[in-house]
């Protein structure tokens, strides 16, 4: 772990999407100093070379920290939470590594294809999987994660790790798609203790100013 960069982070992201405010979350939650750069998903940015030479893939988020250039955003929490975060955020024994990375295959899985597909077929009109298909995999979702987090405080036990900062923001905005939280006081809870967390930065909701 070591200090803050010598320069801001680049940030390149979008306003309103979920994958870029993790990495906005956890560079403000750690106190980094970082440069925001907003993509338009329509002006044609993400096909020149240059970015392209960032991010082969056409995607955000990607982050510039010095020489090193990252894409994907659970990768770069990790790399944030290792060379600036220490093990509060990563956990270096086996379990508690292990721990987090079953909720990065959450939000690689049931919560992209649920409650972020909803959000985005419902906001942007654009399938990711059927409406429906997105509806059915957030109401099997969220029973269980209701009956996970009423027994801790975070994700993988009483202190906050990757694992929330991962997950958080499209479980936030899962009532732009349509899905309300409404049922799920234990989720409620947890997102609020998230958002109460120093430094925390919001997403603004879709179709409002940033």
Known sequence: ?????????????????????????????????????????????????????????????????????LHDSNAILVYLAKKYGGPAWLPEDPEGSALVQQWFSLAAGPIAFGPCAARRWRVYGEELVPLRNAVETSLKLFPVLESILSGRSFATGERPSLADVSAYTYIAHAPEGGLSLEAYPAIRAWLGRIEALPGFVPMPKAGTEA
Request: hydrophobic content about 40%; cysteine-free; overall charge negative.
């Open 1 to 69: 772990m070591t200090g803050a960069p010598a320069m801001p982070i680049r940030l390149y992201s979008m306003t309103y999407s979920g994958h870029g405010h993790r990495v906005q979350l956890m560079l403000s939650l750690l106190g980094l100093p970082y440069e925001k750069i907003d993509v338009d998903p329509h002006g044609g940015t993400l096909r020149t070379p240059g970015f392209l030479a960032m991010n082969p893939f056409g995607q955000v988020p990607v982050i510039v920290d010095g020489d090193t250039v």
